[in-house]
Each structure stands twice: as C-alpha cells, then as structure tokens.
C-alpha cells in the first residue's frame, strides 16, 4: 500500500501546483490582454486629425505624416505581433510549459511598452505643437501691442529719452523683422520655430520696456537733479568756506569734479542701453552726494555746539578747579578729626594733575578755534571728550565731599546707639537681678561682662583721634549683636525659671503616689538651686511628660500667656 499511496500523493501535489501555476499565467494573459485593448481602442487618429486645422506645411505635415505612420505601425504590425504572441502564449500554458510561456509574456510587456510610449510621443507632441500656435496667437498680439505702445511712447517723448532715443528705436525695428519672420514661419506650418521667434521677443520686450521706463527718470539724474545737487555742494562750499569753515578734510573739490566728468560716461553708457551698470552706479552717486550734504550739515552743527560751549567749557574748567582746591584743603582738614583712607586722600591731589592736563588741552582747543585751520567736527569732539573727563573729575570730588560729610552724621549715629546699647544691656542687668530666681548663672554673667567690654570697645574707638569710622562701624556691629543676644538669653532664662517652677508645682500634686516621678523632681530642684536651670528644665519636663503626655505642651502654653501679658 505504501509504494501506491506516495506515488498518488505525489501526482495530487504535482496536479495541485500546476493547477496554481496555470492560473497564474491565465491572469497574466489577460492582464496584458487588457493593457493591449487599452492602447488599441485609443482614438490617436481622431487626435491627429485636429492637426488638419492648421497650415498642413513645413513641419506641421512632416509631423502629421510621422505619427500617423507611428501609430500605423503601432495598430498594423505591432499589435499583430501581440496577438500572436499572446495565442503562443495560451498554447505553452495549456501544456504546462510555464518557462516558456514566460518568456513569451515578457517580450509581450516590451511591446506593449514600446506601443505606450509610441502613443505618449505622439500625444505629447500634438498637444505642444497645438498649443504652441494658441499661444503664438495669443502671445504674438500683445507684444505687436506692446511694440506699438513703445513705438507712441518714443515718438511722443523723444526728448525724455534724450541720448537714448536712437539705440532704442533701433532695438525697436527688430521687433518688425521678427514679427514677419514669425507670420512666414506660421503660414509654413512651422509653429514650433514661430514658438520660439515669441519667447525670444517675450525676453527682448521686457527688457525694452524697462529699458524706456529707466531710462527717462536716469536722463533726468544725469542732466538736472545730479548737476544741480553738484552745484548746490560747490555753493554751500563757497559759502561756509567764507564763514571760516574748514572742510578741506572732506575733500569735496576733487569730489565734485569727478562726478562731472563721470556724468558724461554715464551718458554714453545711457546711450548703449548699458542701463545695468549706469542704474546702479547713479544711485550710489545720489548716495555719496547726500552723505556731503550730511557732512557739511554735521560741520554746521559742529560749530553751533563749539560757539555755544567753548567759553562755558572754559568756565567750568576754571570752576572745578577752585572746587577741588577746596575739597582738598576740607580733607586736610577732616584728616585732622577723621581717619581717611588712603585712596580717598589722594583724590584731590590726582584731580588737580589731571584738571591741569585738562586745561593744556583746552588750551589748545581754544587756540585750534581761533586760527579756524580744523574742522569743526574734529574741535566738537575733542570739545566733548574734555567736557566728559571734566565731569567724571568733578562728580569723583562731589563723591569725596559727601564721604566726608557722611563722617560726622555716622559718628553721631554711632554715638547714639552706644547709648542705647548701654540702656539695653543695664536693663537687661535689671531684669535678671529683680526676677524671683535663686541666682544668675556664671555663664550668663560672662556674657553680659562680653557685652559691657565690647560697649566699652566702642566708646573708646570713638575717642581716637582722628576717628576711623571702619573700626567704629565694626565695633559697633560686634557691640549690637552681642547685646541682642545677652538680651534674649535672659528673657530666655526667666522664661525658664517659670516654666520649670510651674512644672514642678503641677508634678507636685503626684510626687507622693509616683516615686520615680518624685525621684526625677527632687534632681530637677538640686540642679534648680544649683543655677543649672536648663538641666533642671531637661529633668522636670521629661519627668512630667512620661507621666501624663500632652502635660508639658499644656505648661509651656500657659507660662507663655502669662509673659506676653506682662
């Protein structure tokens, strides 16, 4: 059974992929099939026909006679070979011969790729040589238009284009040349080539018709706006020159006079339509001619400020000085009740070099003024920049001044908080000998003999002759901070004593039922009268709160009342 079984299941599978591989190929028949109808139901004669409204010469009918043998081909030989193709191919599948049939499938893909692509040149050639005679149509009207709105504008304005005029009207008479090169290339069937005659004139007309927008308004700059600003420079020159303007550095002259030779350059450049350089090259002279305009304007301004503020500057010069020499001998004289650091002492004496610097320069300033050899801008800013160390000069000495007047004010400041320091510390002193406790311990009587040593640190700095208000200031910060805090521990410490006496009064009441609690306040009341009130405190209060949790909270919230009342 075994050798009939293997030799059956062996022909079912064999049945089975051949079944597969047969159904396979049928769909790719049909496929290609479909692809072929496809290109051979396309209406390409119809689409070739439209080219029969146009002039059948030239290149029209060359082109026509060419996809209509194209296409011929296409239908009557190539599709043939399809056909036949296609029937060798259903014969090799039917008898299982997929390699083959195969094979024959891939070259009919060739074919009806080659047929695609025959009928896509074909179409697109059609739609550019249709489209290229609508657009001539079009296109070639506007620009007879535009040649003849250029032709009026010319002849209507021949002096706004001046030495311009012959070069453009000549650019102009190729336009007609053209315009009947393109009517002999249409009536011959020769669209594509009339095509390019109009992208050739669309380009040409674009640049004449910038050409005669530019060039009026660059004939007016080089014949009357740019003269005339030259003009005007050479007459503000003249004038300003008069009124004891020095504008040599400005070099205007030689300036000028090549801008009036450059302008007949720029004409003959005009005169060849070379407007891409003489465009660019007139509005950097517009440029350069207003930057003179602003110069001298600034040489103007310049002087109103030198006239103004020469004589004051001298002034001020003359002023400060004094002032210094005063602030110098007032730090002398500080110097004698106050300690002065060293950089500050020296200010005046570094102020009155640099005022004498200050003055040479002025010096000089004032005669540059007088034999009118500089400009005016130059003597501006040299003008300010002594006006400026002038000022930094005089703010360093107003700066000094009120150091020295703050001395007094804070030596009085200080003397007044020593005093209040002493009140502090003498009733802090008070308050701990009037409180009802059994004595003051030994480490707060250190620290209020600290805080009475550092008072009298400071008194005795402020009997120093001269005063240095730095060791003052940090005698007195040292002073402060200790009594505020001797202060504070001693409220502190009574606050203690009150909370430890109000613990042991309430623990009282349990000390005769509790031993450990009793115990535990007995060692509370030896460390009380011994002064060791925080030991006391530690011991009285851990007693109290193993006993009944919450209780000290209560005790403390209560002493707190009590002292805020008094």
């Known amino acids: 059974m075994e050798y009939i079984i293997i030799p059956i299941i062996l022909l079912l599978i064999l049945a089975i992929v051949g079944f597969m591989m047969r159904r396979k190929h049928v769909a790719i028949i049909a496929k290609l099939e479909h692809e072929k109808l496809q290109i051979q139901h396309k209406p390409i004669n119809e689409e070739i026909s439209k080219v029969k409204s146009l002039n059948m010469n030239g290149e029209t009918e060359e082109m026509f006679e060419r996809w209509r043998n194209t296409w011929d081909e296409v239908i009557d030989v190539h599709m043939t070979k399809i056909d036949s193709l296609l029937f060798d191919a259903e014969e090799q599948i039917n008898r299982l011969r997929f390699k083959k049939a195969r094979l024959i499938e891939r070259e009919i893909e060739d074919y009806i790729q080659k047929c695609d692509q025959d009928k896509d040149k074909i179409l697109e050639e059609l739609n550019e040589l249709i489209g290229s005679e609508e657009k001539n149509r079009i296109e070639i009207e506007q620009l007879k238009e535009y040649y003849r709105s250029a032709r009026k504008t010319l002849l209507a304005h021949q002096h706004s284009f001046g030495v311009a005029l012959p070069a453009l009207e000549k650019n102009l008479e190729t336009f007609v040349q053209k315009f009947d090169e393109f009517d002999v290339l249409t009536n011959e069937g020769n669209y ?301 410490l009574i606050e203690n004593v009150m909370l430890i006496e109000r613990i042991i009064q309430y623990g009282n009441r349990h000390r005769g039922t509790n031993p450990k609690l009793n115990m535990r306040l007995t060692e509370a009341e030896e460390a009380f009268h011994q002064f060791r009130y925080v030991k006391a405190l530690e011991e009285a209060g851990t007693a109290v709160e193993e006993m009944e949790p919450g209780a000290l909270k209560r005790i403390q919230e209560i002493v707190a009342e009590e002292t805020m009342s008094k």
């Open 192 to 492: 594509l080539q009339a095509r390019e005659i109009v992208i050739s004139l669309n380009q040409e007309s674009q640049q004449i018709f910038d050409y005669i927008n530019d060039v009026p308004t660059i004939l007016t700059e080089l014949q009357v706006k740019l003269p005339g600003a030259v003009q005007e420079l050479r007459n503000g020159q003249r004038e300003m020159e008069e009124q004891s303007y020095y504008l040599q550095h400005l070099e205007l002259t030689e300036a000028l006079n090549k801008y009036e030779k450059e302008f007949a350059s720029l004409k003959s450049g005009l005169a060849a339509l070379k407007i891409a350089i003489v465009k660019p090259r007139v509005a950097e002279i517009n440029e350069e001619i207003d930057h003179f305009y602003d110069l001298l304007e600034k040489e103007v301004i310049a002087k109103n400020y030198v006239d103004q503020n020469c004589d004051r500057l001298l002034s001020s010069i003359t002023n400060i000085i004094a002032s210094t020499k005063l602030v110098g001998e007032e730090a002398a004289y500080v110097q004698q009740s106050y300690h002065l650091n060293e950089k500050d002492a020296e200010v005046p004496k570094i102020a009155l070099k640099q005022l004498e610097a200050l003055q040479r320069r002025y010096d000089l300033l004032a005669m540059r003024v007088r034999e009118e050899q500089s400009a005016y801008s130059s003597l501006q800013e040299e003008l300010i920049e002594i006006s400026e160390e002038l000022e930094r000069i005089h703010e360093e000495q107003e700066h000094l001044s009120n150091t020295m007047k703050k001395l007094r004010i804070d030596e009085n400041k200080a003397r007044t908080q020593v005093e209040k320091l002493k009140k502090i510390l003498q009733e802090t002193d008070r308050i701990l000998n009037k409180a009802n406790i059994p004595g003051i311990p030994e480490e707060m009587d250190a620290r209020l003999d600290e805080a009475a040593e550092h008072i009298y640190l400071v008194m005795q700095s402020l009997q120093e002759v001269p005063l240095n208000m730095g060791t003052v200031h940090n005698n007195l910060n040292a002073a402060t901070l200790c009594v505020e805090d001797v202060n504070a521990k001693a409220h502190e």
